[in-house]
């Protein structure tokens, strides 16, 4: 037999001897994500929780290893209050040679319905468009635990509860990292904007939390209250929370994130609103009556407009408004650019009570932690 044949048959053959081992080894991979799915399944149910979906698929031969659940619903505690999930079809997707990072898809309609506090059971509604679905990433550590993940949905119609007037959004982006302290002091990074994980440090214990926002076309239902009209154009930011967060009662839990020095750091704020243009950092954290004290940074694009529709609406006394237009109204500056003047000034939440600059604008309602 000539020799470049011979050498071509050997080829082959040690290609077929790869494709049959990496096939058997996906079938292996296989079978351990179907029976872990079914193992997960079953211990949630013994703990009283109910799981229920019509069929279990494991596919996606040969790059990738997808567990597609069809009709799925999941019940947490039934019998008390809790919260229920009701979906169309949720499929999660890894790669077989990067098992630490879980893809994830949800199209159609899903139901969250939810009972604290006695107040019954309510049900929220999220219905994707025609053409989208909400996808998303959650990253593992070496211990299985979550510590990186993100959302990016498109063309959402979200019903808070029964009744209630839809709100719709164009474009819904969260990104939630845990971190250490060691890796958050000193570091800036950018947002997740593109949906893609950056290589970070796993923690096992939640000192450091980062959350990052981008709503992009809001639409507010007309019956909602609000000081402005119904389109929002952007909402962005990100969330720094450092402190650790025992487990507990919700109460609990921010009292002893209070006390061990916790705050949350507001980077990159930007919110475009019917003609109000607001952008800024800052720091808040938790008095000993458990409200939000702490100031900002903030540049505000029509701040005169603002007032008189915070007035309008009874949410600001129009005392307050003129001594608000008189003294932060010198503050004001026009741009290069023209456009309405801006207004560059600390706003400082102290005892429930909103402070821009020397005045005091507002008061706030109290929170309650149940």
Known sequence: MP??????IIFLGLLALLAGGYSGWWLFLASGVRDGAQTWIAERRAQGHEVAYDSLHVGGFPFALQLRLDDASYILNPDGEGWAWRGGDIAVTLRPWDQGHLEFLLGGVHRLTYAFGGSGWHT???????????????GLDGAGLPWAGFLDAEELE???????PPVTLRRFHFDLRRRSPSEAVGKDDEMLADGKAAGLTPAHEVAFLQAAL????????EAMVRPFGPEVKLVRGRLDLSGTLPSGTLRQTVEAWRDGGGTVELNGFALHWDGLDVSGDGTLALDRELQPTGSMTLSVRGFGT???????????KPSSAATAHVIL???EKT???????VLKAPFTVQNRKLFVGPVRLLKLPTIVWK
Do not use: F, N, S, W
């Not at 020799?3 to 071509?8: D, E, Q």
């Not at 979200?158 to 209630?164: D, I």
């Not at 741009?335 to 003047?341: C, D, N, Q, S, V």
């Open 3 to 8: 020799r470049r044949p011979r050498l071509l």
């Open 124 to 138: 929220a509604t999220l219905r994707m468009g025609a053409a989208a679905d909400v996808e998303g990433m959650v």
């Open 158 to 164: 979200v019903t808070p509860h029964e009744g209630a």
């Open 214 to 221: 981008v709503l992009e076309g809001l639409h507010l239902p």
């Open 306 to 316: 603002v007032i008189d529709a915070l007035v309008a609406k009874g949410m600001v």
């Open 329 to 331: 109204g010198q503050m």
């Open 335 to 341: 741009l290069e650019e023209g456009g309405a003047p």
